[in-house]
């Protein structure tokens, strides 16, 4: 009995069967795909082939060769001022000993020659508003002709003396228990407040010794104090350890006198505590009760200056009371409204 089996039925199923065999067992040594062309995709059929014969180095191929792309220009950086402190930490050209086969400078001699700063590119950073800055320097002339050019005390102050305000994180502790110990560092030198911090039993002066070395380190760092302690080079008649800034009379609040030896030495000028926000901790009671307590949190602020400022006051002090004059206890002045009846 015949079955009417259409002919594209029979060949995709034997095309199935083919597949699912292995290649070990068929009988050619090469998998036989059948192409359908009524399953092509019609992107395929869009697309352009490719002509296995076209080079794009061979110059007979109808293809156009590949351009080389365009060389960009060379990117132009900045440099440092001269007066930098940071022109010292940058490493230095290594010299080759090789000679050029091109007669003109090496490349080393180029490097190690200093490269003009270019004041377009440093613009955006040191001077992103110039309107604000041209407003700020007339407000400031302004105010310089209204004082006859006369600098004012407090702006001459400022040039010549360093100060450094540091204030520490909220501490977990209270005011009542960080208050002596913001006392007793006040007037001190920074070296001794930390050794007094350093052998205090109060919990918080060890987070205060922290502090305190944070603010040294920073006013070192950031305002150049302490760094009169630099041994003199090249000087006749100095002597190893002796420093080259010179000191002078600080008077005390209880009267005795003390020479200082270095005025760019730190002290602790004021010392002052900040309430914080409270937190919120549970207390575990009895019965399942549960009490909230509430933990304050203080901070410490340090003002750090030089023995300079010192010096200053102490001599403006002894000036003023020298120029002060004797009290007398009746001042000679004449005698008025003298009458012989009584005034009540």
Request: aromatic share 4%.
């Amino acid at each position: 009995m015949a079955l009417q089996i259409p002919s594209r039925r029979l060949a995709s199923s034997a095309l199935n069967l083919s597949n699912t065999i292995p290649c070990s067992l068929r009988s050619s040594p090469r998998p036989i795909f059948i192409h359908h062309p009524q399953t092509r995709p019609l992107f395929n059929w869009l697309r352009r082939r490719r002509d296995p014969t076209d080079s794009p180095l061979d110059p007979s191929s109808k293809r156009k060769p590949i351009a080389p792309p365009a060389s960009q220009p060379a990117l132009t950086t900045g440099d440092l001022a001269p007066s930098s402190i940071l022109d010292a930490e940058l490493p230095l050209p290594e010299t080759s000993t090789v000679t050029p086969s091109t007669p003109g400078p090496s490349k080393a001699a180029s490097l190690a020659r200093p490269r003009p700063r270019d004041p377009n590119l440093t613009a955006p950073a040191l001077d992103p508003n110039p309107l604000a800055r041209k407003r700020w320097e007339r407000k400031i002339l302004i105010r310089s002709l209204r004082h006859r050019f006369r600098v004012p005390k407090s702006v001459l102050l400022a040039r010549t003396e360093r100060q450094s305000l540091s204030k520490s994180h909220f501490l977990k502790t209270s005011i009542k228990k960080l208050g002596p110990l913001a006392r007793q560092i006040a007037g001190k030198k920074v070296e001794d407040a930390i050794v007094q911090m350093r052998f205090s039993r109060k919990k918080a002066a060890q987070e205060v010794l922290k502090h305190l070395e944070y603010a040294r380190d920073e006013a070192i760092v950031r305002r150049g104090m302490g760094l009169g302690g630099v041994e003199v080079e090249g000087k006749e008649g100095k002597k190893s350890g002796e420093t080259g800034v010179q000191g002078g009379v600080v008077v005390e609040k209880s009267g005795k006198k003390r020479v200082v030896r270095d005025k760019t030495e730190m002290y602790v000028d004021q010392a002052w505590i900040g309430r914080g926000s409270y937190g919120r901790k549970p207390d575990y009671r009895a019965r399942g009760q549960v009490y909230f307590m509430r933990p304050p949190t203080t901070s410490i602020t340090v003002l750090l200056k030089e023995e300079a400022t010192r010096i200053r006051l102490s001599a403006e002090k002894e000036e003023k009371r020298k120029r002060k004059k004797p009290w007398v206890p009746l001042p000679d002045r004449p005698v008025t409204r003298q009458s012989q009846y009584c005034m009540w």
